[in-house]
C-alpha cells in the first residue's frame, strides 16, 4: 500500500522536527544545564577554600586548639597531659581611641555581649582571613543579634592609627554601631591582651621582624560576656571554631558561662601565669591514685590538646557527635536534599519505563532526560556535601551506628553502590549516544542493563540514606536491650 504525497510530506516534517529537537535542542540544553550545575559546584568550594585554614600561616602566629573558657575538665590521653584553667575574672579597665572617633572602654561595652579579636592592618599572615570572617559574622548578627558588639584590637598601633583602622575598617564593610576598632598605647593594649584575655602577644625582634610579621599573637577570638568577664575563645583559622561561634551569636548554642576564677599578681608587662595541672589519663575515670602536679609555665606556648587525627579509632556515635557539633546547619541538611533527589531519580525512572512499556517515545525520552539531570544535580550535591563534610570536620564520612548484624548488611549494600555509582553515567551517556544517533537496537539492548542498574543505585542510595540518619538499633540500644 502506497502512502499519498501529503501523507509522505507530513510523516517527513515529524521525522525532521523529531530530529531537530533530540538532537539540537537536547544537546544544547544538556550542555548548558552542565555548565549551569559545574559553575554551581565551583561557586561553592571556591568559597569553601576562602573558609578553609590558611596551610601557610606564619609560625609567628600563635594557632591553638580550641576550647572554651568555662569548667576546667581533665584531658583524656594515654599519657600525661595538661589541663588548663583560665580566669573567669572581670577585664581590666580600659579605654582606646576608637576609629571613626570616640573611644571604646570596659564600662562602654557593659550590658552587651561582645566578641574581641587581634589583628593588624600590614600583617601577611591571616589576620585579613579573620577580619573577613568577622565581618561574615556581625552581617550575621545584625540580623538575629542586633545587640551584639565586635571590637576588634590592633596589636601594631604604632602603624594602625585611626586613620589607617578607619580604612581597614571600610574595607570589610564593617558596621560602625556593632563593630569597633581601636588603637591606642601598644603597652596598654598588650597589657590587656595579656592580662585580660590571656591571650600572647609580642613584637617580633631582630632576625623574626619582617615586613608582615611584625607582630606575633594569638589567632583566637574572646567572647566577652554582659558583664565584662571573658566566657570563651576561638580559633579563627579554623571553621569549626567560627561555626560554633557563629551558633553561639545567633542564640542556637547556649552562650558559655564563666569558669573558676584566677588571681594573677602585680602586673609586671609579661605574660600572666596559668596554673595548670597535669593529670594521669586514668584520673579523668577516677582511677587512679596519682597526686596531681601543679606546675605554672608562661602562656606564650600552649597545649596542642585538640591536634589528635580524628580519624583514629572512635565509635561510630562519637564520630556522628562531633560531625553534628561542627556541620554548618545548611549542610546538615544537604544528605536529606540528597535523599530526596534519589526518591525523584527513582520515580523519574519507573514512569519512563513505563511510558516507554505504553509505546510514548515522547514521554519516555523527556521523562529519562530529567532522571538524567535530576542524578547530575544528586552527583553535585553529593559531592559538595563530602567537600564541605571533610573541610569542618575532617571526616570522610559519617559512621554507621548499627549493630554487628546490621552493620555487614549496611557495607553490603553500600559497596556495590558505591561500585555501580561510577558506572552509571558512563552507561547512561552510551545510552543517550545511541539514541540520538538512531542506533536503536544496540541502544533498546544497552538501556535493558543500564535501567536496573541506575535504579539499584538510586534505590540503594535512599535505603543508605535512612541506614546512616534514621536508623533505630544503634549498638547502645542493643545493649540496654539484652541487659533488660
Avoid at 596598654?188 to 610579621?213: M, S
Avoid at 597535669?278 to 577516677?286: K, N, R, S, T
Avoid at 602536679?293 to 562531633?322: L, V
Wanted: with cysteine; net charge neutral.
Amino acid at each position: 500500500m502506497q502512502l499519498k504525497q501529503p501523507e509522505v510530506t507530513e510523516n517527513l516534517l515529524i521525522h525532521a522536527r523529531r530530529q531537530a529537537m533530540s538532537r539540537s535542542s537536547f544537546i544544547i540544553g544538556l550542555v548548558l544545564w552542565t555548565l549551569v550545575l559545574g559553575a554551581l559546584y565551583l561557586v561553592t568550594v571556591r568559597k569553601l577554600s576562602r573558609d578553609a585554614p590558611v596551610a601557610g600561616a606564619s609560625a609567628q602566629q600563635v594557632d591553638e586548639p580550641s576550647s572554651e573558657l568555662s569548667e576546667t575538665e581533665p584531658i583524656e590521653a594515654t599519657q600525661k597531659t595538661v589541663t588548663i584553667s583560665f580566669p573567669s575574672q572581670e577585664l581590666p579597665e580600659f579605654e582606646f581611641p576608637e576609629c571613626m572617633g570616640g573611644t571604646v572602654s570596659r564600662d562602654s561595652l557593659k550590658g552587651h555581649r561582645w566578641l574581641a579579636n587581634f589583628i593588624f592592618t600590614r600583617c601577611a599572615g591571616p589576620c585579613p582571613l579573620m577580619t573577613r570572617d568577622i565581618s561574615e559574622l556581625q552581617r550575621q548578627a545584625a540580623k538575629s543579634n542586633a545587640d551584639f558588639r565586635f571590637v576588634t584590637f590592633s596589636v601594631d598601633p604604632a602603624y594602625d592609627t585611626v586613620e589607617v583602622l578607619r580604612k581597614y575598617a571600610e574595607t570589610f564593610q564593617a558596621d560602625h554601631a556593632r563593630w569597633k576598632f581601636v588603637t591606642g598605647n601598644e603597652e596598654a593594649i598588650h597589657d590587656l591582651i595579656r592580662r585580660g584575655f590571656t591571650q600572647y602577644v609580642q613584637p617580633n625582634l631582630g632576625d623574626l621582624r619582617k615586613p608582615g610579621f611584625e607582630v606575633a599573637h594569638s589567632n583566637r577570638a574572646v567572647l566577652v560576656n554582659e558583664n565584662g568577664i571573658p566566657v570563651g575563645s576561638f580559633v579563627m583559622t579554623i571553621p569549626g571554631d567560627v561555626a560554633k561561634l557563629r551558633r553561639i551569636i545567633e542564640g542556637k548554642d547556649d552562650f558559655p558561662e564563666p569558669g573558676p576564677g584566677i588571681s594573677f599578681s602585680a602586673a609586671t608587662g609579661e605574660n600572666p601565669s596559668v596554673p595548670l595541672t597535669l593529670v594521669p589519663a586514668e584520673d579523668a575515670h577516677g582511677d587512679s591514685d596519682e597526686t596531681e602536679e601543679t606546675k605554672t609555665p608562661s602562656t606564650d606556648k600552649m597545649p596542642d590538646s585538640e591536634t589528635a587525627d580524628p580519624t583514629t579509632s572512635e565509635t561510630p556515635q562519637a564520630r556522628n557527635r562531633k560531625i553534628d557539633e561542627r556541620l554548618p546547619a545548611w549542610a546538615a541538611r544537604m544528605p536529606s536534599i540528597n535523599a530526596g533527589l534519589n526518591s525523584a531519580s527513582i520515580l523519574l525512572l519507573l514512569s519512563g519505563l513505563a511510558a516507554i512499556k505504553a509505546g510514548r517515545k515522547i514521554r519516555h525520552r523527556n521523562l529519562m532526560i530529567a532522571a538524567f539531570l535530576v542524578s547530575v544535580a544528586f552527583l553535585i550535591c553529593y559531592l559538595t556535601y563530602h567537600e564541605v563534610l571533610y573541610r569542618f570536620t575532617e571526616y570522610r564520612g559519617r559512621g554507621f551506628e548499627g549493630g554487628v548484624v546490621a552493620t555487614r548488611v549496611y557495607f553490603s549494600i553500600l559497596i556495590p553502590h558505591v561500585i555501580l555509582a561510577a558506572v552509571v553515567p558512563v552507561l547512561a551517556l552510551r545510552v543517550f549516544y545511541l539514541a540520538f544517533r538512531e542506533r536503536w537496537s544496540e541502544h533498546r539492548r544497552l538501556a535493558k542493563m543500564t535501567l536496573p542498574i541506575w535504579l539499584f543505585v538510586s534505590i540503594t542510595g535512599v535505603i543508605i540514606y535512612g541506614m546512616l540518619y534514621h536508623w533505630p538499633w544503634t549498638t547502645e540500644t542493643v545493649a540496654m536491650s539484652v541487659a533488660q
